[in-house]
């Protein structure tokens, strides 16, 4: 649906409806530029509105007879791909802060971050049994089993809605009033500061050489990317020579472009990221003498 939202892409959709065509026959057919008709086009083909087959020098495109012959509800019934991806970035998260503070079974410290501190509250919490009561010495005999600081632990528990006291009786609270054991505030929170998506480019200062990537978590991916350098692990063979030979200082990292996340259902980030990352190659053409992408691209063809 959300393909389809967008005047340019109807009109290439009308256009092959009428018949296959190839990029440039549609951008003059269009009246658009062929760079921008391959972006629409791709973005078509990525939610299975059009589909392509090489004849000979050209790439012809044409639509997905199947998915138009489709119902209205048959066209909305979809899995959300991206829930599961979500899901799968928010249990990482999670598993990354308890692997940081927590060591042995035991808590080494308290988070100052707020949402961190929310997932400890939450680990110390799944001690309990829900519905059952707890004396303030029992409670306490629990949580010290993960922190010796058990006035802390309990005080918080009761401020964040995870914990109820009653006459010095201590219950976790119901799902509807627990902030934590919903699992919808990690989620919420987690996805207000989500790690930036976007297309980085790493620079050779001294021959000008480029490399264009793209990642969902762009600072991890040009992290990963200096440590490989420095530690001789690189891919990008040629990249790692030339860093050997120039040194750190002349290799330049930088984001050149952000994907904002949007608070639409199914979106696949990945794909707009491919796309993203292909314009940016279009543009600045990293390959052989002015880039090391087709090196790495033929090596991972092979």
């Known amino acids: 649906?959300?393909?389809?939202?967008?005047?340019?892409?109807?009109?290439?959709?009308?256009a092959l409806i009428e018949k296959p065509q190839y990029v440039e026959e549609?951008?003059?057919?269009?009246?658009?530029?062929?760079?921008?008709?391959?972006?629409?086009?791709?973005?078509?083909?990525?939610?299975?509105?059009?589909?392509?087959?090489k004849e000979q020098y050209y790439t012809?495109?044409?639509?997905?007879?199947?998915?138009?012959?489709?119902?209205?509800?048959?066209?909305?019934?979809?899995?959300?791909?991206?829930?599961?991806i979500q899901d799968k970035r928010i249990k990482d998260y999670r598993d990354k802060v308890l692997r940081t503070f927590i060591k042995k079974g035991k808590l080494t410290a308290l988070p100052v971050q707020h949402k961190k501190k929310l997932i400890i509250l939450d680990e110390i919490a799944s001690r309990f049994i829900a519905g059952r009561s707890y004396t303030e010495k029992e409670a306490d005999a629990l949580i010290n089993t993960v922190y010796e600081d058990h006035c802390t632990i309990r005080?918080?528990?009761?401020?964040?809605?995870?914990?109820?006291r009653n006459k010095g009786i201590y219950k976790l609270?119901?799902?509807?009033?627990?902030?934590?054991?919903?699992k919808n505030a990690i989620k919420k929170q987690y996805l207000q500061n989500p790690p930036?998506?976007?297309?980085?480019?790493i620079t050779n200062l001294v021959n000008g050489k480029i490399f264009i990537g793209?990642?969902?978590?762009?600072?991890?991916?040009?992290?990963?990317?200096?440590?490989?350098?420095?530690?001789?692990?690189?891919?990008?063979?040629?990249?790692?020579?030339?860093?050997?030979?120039?040194?750190?200082?002349?290799?330049?990292?930088?984001?050149?472009d952000i994907l904002k996340p949007k608070d639409e259902p199914g979106i696949n980030y990945k794909e707009e990221l491919i796309t993203l990352e292909e314009l940016w190659k279009e543009k600045l053409q990293p390959y052989g003498d002015k880039g090391y992408n087709e090196i790495m691209e033929k090596k991972s063809s092979r």
Do not use: C, W
């Open 173 to 182: 609270k119901s799902n509807n009033g627990n902030k934590m054991i919903d």
């Open 1 to 14: 649906m959300k393909a389809l939202g967008d005047e340019s892409r109807l009109q290439a959709v009308k």
């Open 214 to 256: 793209s990642h969902l978590n762009v600072n991890g991916r040009i992290n990963r990317h200096k440590f490989a350098l420095e530690n001789g692990g690189e891919e990008i063979k040629a990249l790692q020579d030339d860093y050997r030979a120039f040194g750190a200082d002349k290799i330049v990292f930088e984001i050149i």
């Open 196 to 201: 930036p998506m976007g297309v980085y480019k």
């Open 26 to 53: 549609l951008a003059h057919r269009l009246n658009k530029a062929v760079s921008t008709v391959s972006f629409h086009l791709k973005k078509l083909e990525s939610v299975g509105l059009v589909k392509k087959n």
């Open 60 to 84: 012809i495109f044409s639509i997905n007879d199947d998915l138009f012959r489709l119902t209205l509800k048959d066209f909305i019934s979809f899995e959300n791909s991206e829930k599961s």
């Open 155 to 164: 005080r918080l528990m009761i401020e964040e809605g995870i914990m109820e």
